[in-house]
């Protein structure tokens, strides 16, 4: 309930069937938003030149505000981002289970 707006505006969420009487659900980010200035970032590739890892990030100069929760199109499959109004949110509804990590 404390993250549901931020959450469906942003991706898709279907609940998982547990034995529990708590509801869980997983969620998959949709939102994908070009914000990494690739000429400026350190990035890794791989030999056949896709990237593998972005080492240190900067922001496109265009980037002036990010959505709650989203992925970059350069490493859509395994990474999402929060923004820190997501962040905030968590922290004022005392939420638990939650890492966040800076971007380097």
């Known amino acids: 309930q404390a993250l549901g707006d931020m959450l469906s505006r942003n991706g898709e969420l279907a609940p998982i069937k547990m034995n529990e009487a708590m509801q869980y659900y997983g969620f998959n980010p949709t939102r994908v938003v070009n914000v990494v200035d690739e000429e400026k970032s350190t ?62």
């Open 43 to 104: 990035i890794a590739y791989f030999s056949s030149g896709r990237l593998m890892d972005i080492d240190h990030y900067v922001l496109r100069a265009d980037a002036k505000e990010l959505p709650p929760i989203f992925r970059i199109p350069q490493l859509v499959r395994n990474t999402t981002y929060v923004s820190d109004e997501f962040i905030a949110r968590v922290n004022e509804c005392k939420l638990t289970g939650f890492r966040f990590q800076p971007l380097p």
